[in-house]
């Protein structure tokens, strides 16, 4: 059993921040410091945007392919949409499509997987590879890490499977578990897709993910008091953490068993550019850099009046991190080496606010046309407290990828964890790739807010070759056809003529369903006695019984659910209530101001729209929506 991790380990591990002597424990407090930027930035020219439509392809076949995704553009939530999957009550294994991007998404953990918890997620946003690359049968599952707390911190893998969903938990056992996050690494290796790196018990060990069992071969384990914040190059050779008293970062070349330590009194954070060479120990605005080949040392350097090294991406011999000591939408800054120093380049004015980065995902030369400006890097931008200047962000409340040349910046989904009036650590996003990209996990309390559980949900990068993910849904105000003896006005409709009673008004909906989740939405007036709506795979004719899925009124005092007819179930009417007739993962329910009261055994077909039957004269349907994939 394991203690919770204690606020002086996450201090240790230097995630607190201090911009222009504001300081905001683990937060990152953006605020603007200067008017312009600083005098001597070396500032690149920023290229003209990419044309909003959705470019092509810009990967081999089978890769991720980052212009299959929508162009950043500051898009907001669709927070209607999104509440309407009711994700927090969705078991693990569930997916959606973002209802921006349309990009699918899947919930890893619940309540009560991968074993009963409070609260379940992942590590950080950069450092560790927290995700594996792709194994078994085109390289389609992914092995993640989970951290649950229940209530004390374990650790869990799940294998993930693109399209299909997820295996059983395993456990990692004790001889394997991580003493505190950012402590477990899956390998960057082609071909060693089962291997990780585990720090526990001081030592740094070889696990084989596949048949859960410590495998050390060659010079592992590494036999030294380590503390955390492990991360490795992209072959696995050169191995950089912090040791126990968390002011000495150390550098271990696993071919070579060389093991070199190195301490600053300052040290917060070391951060290994993934071809293995440099190090960057850093302390807010203070960096050193540490030549690995020759285990020398640069001069200390003060990045102020720019932001240093922190929630930064690591990518192939440079970093890009948000500078936040400039004005509102801030700017990306890529740091690279020249002559023993870093040096800065500003390449975008813009970012997505209060963030994370993450370069885990390593690419080659060949992908990159061997230019490294050309690297891809993740960023998941937080609404802290509802900044004024959120609406700018060109990542609003979002993950995104960009190239580290500013020639290029995409939007993936939105994450929905919400930080306001709060923040809650443990439920910020944290956006991570897989060291193939082909994956991206990141965390989410779901739209309730810092106090309540967050759970940990995979996103598929798409893939060249592959069609680029659906149109994402949306939700319009009803247009009306079929109009015999009503009058619309809006997305209302009443009957004006015709008999009381009679089955000769039937409005129906213009837009249709064309598949997937969605639903219909709609209020009835207090005078409405004899009426019904809900969803229908087309309009034979103007009767009640015509409609697949009905809500109807009869006469009494409840609201009954009818299909083609047949009554199911009912609940009190009340004419203030918002119905909803709605099509979960092919599951229809019917609800009542959000309250799913009976849920169908029929499955409906496609396409759908909104169909209604208006019995009494002067009876209205108000306030009619339609959502989902429509036509």
């Not at 439920?427 to 990141?442: E, H, K, M, N, Y």
């Amino acid at each position: 059993m394991r203690a919770l991790p204690r606020n002086a380990d996450r201090d240790a591990r230097c995630r607190r921040l201090t911009l222009c002597g504001v300081a905001w424990g683990a937060a990152l407090l953006l605020v603007a410091c200067t008017e312009s930027p600083p005098a001597g930035l070396n500032q690149a020219p920023w290229p003209s945007r990419p044309s909003a439509a959705v470019q092509a392809s810009c990967a081999p076949a089978g890769a991720p392919d980052p212009c299959q995704l929508p162009v950043a553009a500051g898009q907001t939530p669709d927070n209607s949409a999104y509440n309407a999957l009711n994700v927090p009550g969705q078991p693990a294994g569930f997916s959606y499509n973002d209802p921006v991007s349309g990009v699918r998404i899947w919930k890893v953990t619940s309540s009560s997987f991968p074993a009963a918890n409070t609260g379940a997620g992942h590590d950080y946003a950069d450092g560790p590879n927290q995700v594996s690359r792709g194994w078994g049968p085109n390289n389609n599952t992914h092995t993640i890490l989970v951290l649950a707390f229940i209530p004390y911190a374990r650790f869990y893998l799940v294998d993930f499977t693109r399209g299909a969903g997820f295996s059983p938990p395993r456990e990692l056992p004790d001889e394997a578990q991580p003493p505190r996050d950012l402590c477990f690494s899956f390998s960057s290796v082609p071909g060693q897709e089962r291997i990780a790196y585990v720090i526990n018990g001081g030592q740094l060990k070889r696990f084989n993910t596949a048949t859960m069992q410590i495998e050390n071969t060659g010079n592992f384990p590494l036999n030294q008091a380590l503390f955390g914040w492990l991360q490795q190059d992209k072959t696995d050779t050169w191995f950089v953490g912090l040791v126990v008293n968390s002011s000495t970062a150390f550098a271990w070349n696993s071919q070579t068993n060389q093991y070199l330590t190195h301490t600053e009194t300052w040290l917060n954070e070391p951060r290994l550019e993934r071809d293995g060479r440099y190090v960057a120990l850093t302390d807010n605005n203070i960096v050193r850099l540490w030549d690995l080949s020759t285990n020398t040392f640069g001069p200390q350097q003060d990045m102020s009046p720019a932001q240093g090294l922190y929630h930064n991406a690591d990518l192939r011999s440079q970093w890009v991190v948000t500078n936040a000591n400039i004005s509102a939408p801030f700017a990306q800054d890529r740091y690279a080496v020249s002559g023993g120093q870093l040096f800065r380049t500003q390449f975008l004015n813009q970012s997505a606010g209060a963030m994370h980065q993450s370069g885990n995902w390593i690419q080659s030369d060949a992908d990159l046309g061997g230019d490294l400006n050309r690297q891809w890097s993740f960023i998941s931008g937080y609404n802290y407290n509802n900044p004024p200047w959120q609406g700018s962000l060109l990542w609003n409340e979002a993950i995104g990828i960009q190239r580290s040349d500013g020639s290029d910046q995409r939007f993936i989904a939105h994450h929905h964890s919400v930080q306001v009036p709060s923040l809650s650590y443990w439920s910020l996003p944290f956006a991570t790739p897989s060291p193939d990209g082909r994956v991206v996990i990141f965390n989410s309390n779901m739209n309730q807010g810092p106090s309540a559980r967050y759970d940990l949900f995979v996103a598929e990068m798409p893939l060249s070759g592959s069609p680029p993910p659906p149109p994402p849904p949306s939700t319009q105000n009803v247009g009306w056809t079929n109009l015999t003896n009503v009058t619309a006005n809006g997305n209302s409709v009443t009957k004006t003529s015709g008999g009381d009673g009679w089955a000769d008004a039937g409005p129906i909906s213009s837009q249709t369903i064309v598949s997937g989740d969605g639903y219909v939405q709609f209020q009835y007036s207090s005078s409405a006695l004899y009426v019904a709506a809900g969803l229908s795979n087309g309009n034979t004719d103007n009767t009640r019984d015509d409609i697949d899925f009905a809500l109807a009124r009869a006469g009494g005092s409840g609201v009954e659910v009818r299909e083609n007819g047949v009554y199911k179930s009912e609940t009190p009417f009340d004419s203030t209530a918002v119905f909803r007739v709605e099509v979960v993962n092919g599951v229809v329910q019917y609800k009542m101001n959000g309250t799913v009261f009976y849920t169908s055994s029929k499955a409906p077909t496609y396409p759908l729209l909104l169909d209604t039957w208006i019995g009494t004269v002067g009876a209205s349907i108000n306030n009619a929506v339609i959502s989902g994939l429509l036509n």
